[in-house]
């Protein structure tokens, strides 16, 4: 018997899905050894720009040339368990489901390691569907990449303010020198805009990153300079 159109389109739903499941681990797979020259989110602030953006500043370096204090500051503002989960703060979404249950002010919870995975693979859409791809791409980052190399490509592509990628850029554009040579008070400015780099200004610094860098780097001192070693220890 032929097969009906129902059928083929079954057929061919199948294949599409296995294509892009094949592409998907095949992206994640290179990544883990290649640099990647462009990512969804900065192509969709190409696309779409929030402002006109002047000029779009990138540079990418290694994570031995990113400052330790930088590395540790997105850590202690983002995901203090960094270390220790496998993709997924189980913890921090428990807490904020339970505070949007009671407040009209949102709380993420997302991880540096989903984080990631949304700047390379995602549009900002906060649909179940990008969720849902969003979970899947860190699930393979996480079971194909080291800790470093995750830490290493977020700090490389996550956004400090209009056009400005990545952490040797922000450190240039901000403070006139390479990220190697960041000190924890900057280092902490940088990681105070993150939840929102457009809005938020590093140098000279709103009142909100002041207030927020300072509480950054109590937090890094709570921390230590050991969570950086648990990072290259769970690698």
Do not use: C
């Not at 500043?57 to 503002?77: C, F, M, N, T, Y």
């Not at 960041?182 to 610094?205: D, G, H, M």
């Amino acid at each position: 018997m032929r097969p009906t159109l129902v059928q083929r389109l079954l057929k061919w739903v199948g294949k599409l899905l296995l294509a892009a499941l094949l592409l998907s681990v095949g992206s994640v797979a290179l990544l883990r050894f290649i640099d990647p020259p462009m990512w969804s989110w900065r192509i969709e602030r190409a696309l779409f720009p929030p402002a006109k953006v002047a000029e779009v500043k990138h540079d990418w370096v290694p994570l031995g040339q990113i400052s330790r204090e930088l590395q540790l500051a997105v850590i202690a503002a983002e995901d203090q368990h960094f270390a220790e989960h496998h993709g997924f703060d189980l913890d921090a979404i428990s807490s904020a489901l339970k505070h949007n249950q009671q407040s009209s002010r949102v709380r993420g919870a997302s991880t540096l390691s989903q984080q990631t995975a949304k700047n390379l693979f995602m549009w900002s859409d906060r649909s179940f569907l990008r969720k849902g791809l969003e979970a899947w791409f860190t699930l393979l980052m996480e079971l194909g990449w080291d800790k470093s190399r995750i830490l290493e490509v977020y700090l490389n592509i996550v956004e400090f303010g209009p056009g400005i990628y990545g952490a040797e850029a922000a450190a240039r554009h901000y403070f006139g020198k390479p990220a190697a040579r960041l000190t924890r008070y900057e280092a902490s400015l940088l990681a105070a805009a993150l939840p929102n780099p457009w809005r938020y200004k590093v140098n000279p610094p709103s009142p909100y990153v002041q207030q927020r860098s300072a509480w950054i780097r109590r937090q890094m001192s709570q921390l230590g300079q050991l969570t950086l070693t648990r990072v290259q220890q769970a690698d």
